[in-house]
């Protein structure tokens, strides 16, 4: 059984280029996430979508992010232009619909470590 | 604005039981709490989740008191291998009526042999 499949898992580039992180949820879960992870900030809530809407974008630190799904086995988070303060590990995770977005477990993957030089 | 705290650090030693406590001062009605574990280079893994009273499974137990404003995870006879960060999470409803989620800063708990 596949989990959250992530990818690249590493990515290394220069400020002011485009970053396109990618995510294949698990088969059947209704929720996705993307999530940034910082020494500084730990764990954020960048969006996350419901049967491939997105439904709270609050999270999103600025304009040069945004999120896609443009079907339930796949979405992305880009980032255009890059800074160096986007350096961070980025998860996506999916989980079932239990009464609210939040009250079933989420499945993470293994995330993609940015680096922005 | 909704918060949760939890230890920053815990150490232990192997076979003892180990429990982290999550304050989290205005749980939405409901709810659910849940636990998480992160190991190095991994996504955050699912351990377990309650509402109120006691949950157990096969890995630890939760215990939430009535007022729910905390949670204590138990691990039981801890090993090396449970060496990792530790996250509690809650949602909870915003003023605009939306939820958000409310993670903690995760409590890094070492065992020693």
Known sequence: DAGVIQSPRHEVTEMGQEVTLRCKPISGHDYLF???????????LLIYFNNNVPIDDSGMPEDRFSAKMPNASFSTLKIQPSEPRDSAVYFCASSSYGGTAFNQPQHFGDGTRLSIL | LAKTT???????YEGQEVNITCSHNNIATNDYITWYQQFPSQGPRFIIQGYKTKVTNEVASLFI?????????????????????????????????NYQLIWGAGTKLIIKP
Do not use: F, H, N
């Open chain 1, 34 to 44: 993307w999530y940034r992870q910082t020494m500084m900030r730990g764990l954020e």
């Open chain 2, 6 to 12: 939890q230890p920053i650090s815990m150490d232990s």
């Open chain 2, 65 to 97: 008191p009535a007022d729910r404003k905390s949670s204590t995870l138990s691990l039981p006879r801890v090993s090396l291998s449970d060496t990792a960060v530790y996250y509690c999470l809650v949602g909870d409803m915003r003023v605009d009526s």
